[in-house]
């Protein structure tokens, strides 16, 4: 059972970091720990720019001081030392060539690896493919600490299914999956979980099974997706709505309900290439995962494109057109900007030599420029009084308040990816 005296180090503040770390805070010692200095100030000051903690239950926990219950936050490696317990959420993403990205987990390996003591426990939620905990952190964890696995130390794996923006579907009230290197750990680490997340737990029986089930859950999703995608190529072609179809579909009981659109973020957009790389690596060629991924990347240049067109065909000139985008974020009202595909859609129409207005007001434009190299327009008030073409890329509340008719001239195109205006008022929608 786990204990009061169980001291918890968080590895990685992030998306699926802090409201862990929150959470974990309200019963135990937990030092939060993450390389990135700003984030850190930031934390300590009791604000979270990812809005998945709202500010006052961040203070609730926070404390100034270590070695006492709640939340003490530091970028020092060693604050950590003195933890039993280490939680791993750090980032897995994907190259240019879409493969795996490991070194974030590599070097949160290596970290825990150096105060790692006789007993310890490390546990890893970042998205990994088969195999990896074991094949990958172990050998570091042991090279480095010169302590053997299962002898002196123990791993479990437990994904993380945090969807952010979601106030719904929050850390406790999702059902964890757990799993460890030893039955005695294993069931350690579920007991430890159990004590915070009401929606209960599933202890798997191997970390593998663990860490297998986290990424067939989004490539599940993706694949779906993928199928709803090309069925809206389909019916733009044919002159059908979607919308429609998907609605008159959906009142079979067993149908399953996706929506088209561009697929990004930090999950349902990466993991399924950690799946095929595996699967590759063992001589076996996933042609439907990797269809999947192809037809969803391929979605933003499709938008674009189509754009293109119905601007033509309404005679407008594309070299130098305005267009706006409203939206550069994942997902609707969120500010997570990890594998935006609306990226794909501005350039695409840059390749037009196209002028491009980017509109989000959840989105750090700090982080933006970083991430992207584009300079967001900071206020609506700003935005031109004509466009050649509106694309409603992200379907965040605000766009559905504004008034897109200001904007417009006669020849304006209006693409809304997501569905969020009534179709009367849109040229297309996917």
């Known amino acids: 059972m786990p204990s009061n005296k169980d001291v918890i180090a968080i590895i990685g503040l992030g998306y699926v970091g802090l409201p862990l770390a929150v959470e ?7 030092i939060g720990f993450d390389i990135n200095a700003q984030r850190v100030m930031e934390l300590q000051g009791g604000t979270d720019h990812t809005l998945e903690v709202e500010d006052s239950d961040l203070k609730k926990v926070l404390v100034t001081e270590a070695h006492q219950r709640g ?4 970028n020092q490696s060693q604050h950590i030392a003195h933890a039993n ?11 240019h060539l879409n493969h795996p990205v490991l070194t974030p987990l590599e070097k ?18 970042s998205t990994v493919y088969p195999g990896a905990t074991e094949e990958v952190c172990v050998p570091i964890l042991e090279e480095i600490s010169g302590l053997v696995f299962n002898t002196d130390f123990y791993v479990g794996y437990s994904p993380e299914r945090i969807n952010p923006g979601d106030k719904k579907h929050t ?39 663990a860490e297998a089930a986290k990424v067939i859950e989004n490539s599940q999703r993706d694949i779906n997706i993928a199928f709803v995608n090309e069925l809206s190529k389909i019916f733009r072609k044919l002159d059908i ?17 996706f929506s088209p659109g561009l697929v990004g973020g930090h999950c349902i957009g990466v993991d399924p290439y950690y799946l095929a790389q595996k699967a590759i690596e063992a ?102 009084e004509s466009y050649d073409s509106i694309i409603i ?38």
Request: charged share 25%; net charge negative.
């Open 24 to 30: 974990l805070a309200k019963q135990y010692e937990v």
């Open 85 to 95: 317990i280490y939680i791993v959420t750090v980032p897995t993403p994907t190259d």
């Open 283 to 384: 001589g076996y060629d996933p042609e439907i995962i990797l269809a999947g991924r192809k037809l969803n990347d391929s979605m933003g240049g499709y938008v674009a494109q189509e754009t293109v067109k119905m601007m033509i065909e309404k005679g407008a000139t594309i070299k130098g057109a305005k267009t706006l985008v409203l939206g550069i974020t994942f997902k609707e009202n969120c500010p997570d900007i990890r594998n935006s595909r609306v990226i794909d859609i501005i350039n695409e129409l840059q390749s037009y030599h196209m002028e491009v207005d980017v509109f989000d007001p959840w989105a750090s434009a700090d982080e933006v420029r970083d991430e992207y190299g584009l300079d967001l327009i900071s206020e609506a008030s700003n935005l031109s």
């Open 71 to 74: 939340l003490y936050i530091s």
């Open 108 to 125: 949160a390996s290596a970290t825990v690896a150096q105060v790692l003591k006789q007993g310890d426990i490390v546990i890893y939620e």
């Open 171 to 209: 850390v406790t009230k999702i059902l964890k999956v757990t799993s460890g290197s030893t039955p005695e750990i294993a069931k350690r680490i579920d007991d430890l979980y159990r004590s915070i997340i009401t929606a209960g737990t599933h202890l798997a029986p191997s970390i593998k099974v």
């Open 393 to 430: 890329a992200v379907a965040h509340q605000e766009f559905k308040d504004m008034d897109l008719k200001s904007m417009k001239q006669a020849q304006t195109v209006v693409f809304d990816v997501k569905g969020l205006l009534p179709k009367t008022e849109v040229d297309a929608r996917l």
């Open 241 to 257: 709505d979607t919308k429609a179809v998907l609605e008159a579909a959906g009142t079979k009981w067993n149908f399953l309900k």
